[in-house]
């Protein structure tokens, strides 16, 4: 409750918050541990219990971050945007100061959470592969479990968890006693967890934390075991400065390839000699769960089957989709569906007129290098997810 308190009484919400400017610090003796921030996360539009359609837009960047909570929790998950002022007596470690652009605000989520409670989670989602990602966790005592998993389940094995370095610690207030630091851990089934040995702390601890590969998908799960406590966390780009970093790109961008037709004989497979294209077909990118994709210029647009009954969905990032075909279901019902995605010609889709869930992942089945005839401006494509109708 002490640090429940101490923390409330820091955080001011719905405040203006500024853009962050790159903050360029050189150590000649060792540059190597020197990092640069900038483009502090901006959470000022959670104001409490985001669902799974939520979104905000990176500040200073293209990317979107679709937020939600895991479809497996039953209880929701207590989040609120706050903006806490720097450079006072409580907030003025250096690090800190950088991380959030040497803003007058350090924009951060609050997450909730009390003894009484399951553990509750919250999911981040990034329309892009984020290879200059940091990750600040303020406020963890002894009372408080936290974890942080990259795996997102929808897409099985073809997205490997990473393992994350720690290049900043210490506390909130360099003018007062320093709490003991945020310990890290590694588990075995591929998630980190942060903790404390110290119970209550007045001056609160943080920790920055950089993962080793590229991400696109974070979920921060917290547990207390406490009356009532709250964690902070925020992002920002981060490079090192002085130095070079390269890192493996997770994913190319990715096309899917498919046509439309009507299947005269009903055997769910495309005959060029008897079955017919179907052009002016919508068809639709969703999520794994049905839902619109957004980009960084909104929800992504359907495209329209050409005369040949094709079409081409570009430029996707890795992830779970599905596909949807805007069908007249007065007039048409979808033909026989073949369960295996490689096969040239056969039909993909449900009586919904809508896949299964298709992994666009370099080594996803059925994704290959993409060729010349294929006509598209990504290095990998998933072909032969087509739409067979019938007559009604």
Not at 67 to 84: A, C, E, F, R, S
Not at 210 to 232: A, Q
Not at 346 to 371: E, Q, W, Y
Not at 379 to 387: G, Q
């Amino acid at each position: 409750m002490v640090k429940l308190l101490t923390l409330i009484s820091l955080t001011v919400v719905l405040l203006s918050f500024y853009n962050s400017v790159h903050c360029r610090r050189l150590d000649s003796t060792n540059p190597v541990y020197y990092w640069g921030f900038r483009s502090p996360a901006d959470f000022n539009k959670i104001f409490s219990q985001a669902n799974n359609e939520g979104f905000i837009v990176w500040n200073g960047t293209n990317t979107k971050i679709n937020i939600g909570q895991p479809i497996d929790q039953n209880i929701t998950t207590q989040i609120l945007g706050t903006n806490v002022p720097t450079n006072t007596s409580y907030f003025n470690h250096v690090d800190l100061l950088n991380f959030f652009g040497n803003s007058s605000y350090a924009t951060m989520v609050a997450h909730f959470n009390c003894k009484d409670s399951d553990q509750t989670c919250q999911e981040f989602r990034f329309n892009e592969s984020m290879p200059d990602f940091c990750l600040m966790f303020g406020s963890v005592d002894g009372y408080d479990q936290v974890s942080i998993d990259t795996h997102d389940k929808t897409l099985g094995y073809q997205t490997p968890s990473v393992s994350w370095t720690d290049i900043k610690n210490g506390s909130f207030s360099n003018l007062t006693q320093q709490c003991h630091p945020i310990e890290k851990s590694e588990t075995s089934v591929g998630t980190t967890t942060l903790g404390c040995f110290d119970k209550t702390c007045d001056n609160p601890n943080f920790i920055i934390l950089r993962p080793n590969d590229t991400l696109s998908y974070l979920k921060i799960c917290f547990n207390s075991f406490s009356e009532s406590e709250v964690i902070f966390y925020s992002f920002a780009r981060c490079d090192l400065l002085g130095g070079i970093v390269t890192r493996r790109p997770l994913f190319a961008a990715f096309t899917v390839l498919g046509s439309v037709f009507l299947d005269i004989d009903g055997d769910g497979i495309f005959d060029p000699s008897k079955d017919v294209p179907i052009p002016g077909i919508l068809v639709y990118l969703t999520t794994s769960s049905g839902g619109p994709v957004r980009d960084s210029t909104g929800v992504i647009p359907p495209v329209e089957t050409d005369s040949d009954g094709d079409f081409a969905l570009e430029n996707i990032p890795r992830g779970a989709y599905r596909i949807r075909f805007d069908i007249d279901n007065t007039a048409y019902s979808a033909t026989g569906k073949s369960n295996d995605i490689t096969t040239e010609g056969t039909s993909k889709v449900n009586p919904n007129f809508s896949t299964d869930i298709l992994i666009l992942a370099n080594s996803g089945r059925g994704i290959r290098d993409s060729t010349e005839e294929d006509n598209v401006n990504t290095e990998k494509v998933l072909p032969n997810i087509n739409a067979g109708l019938v007559l009604i």
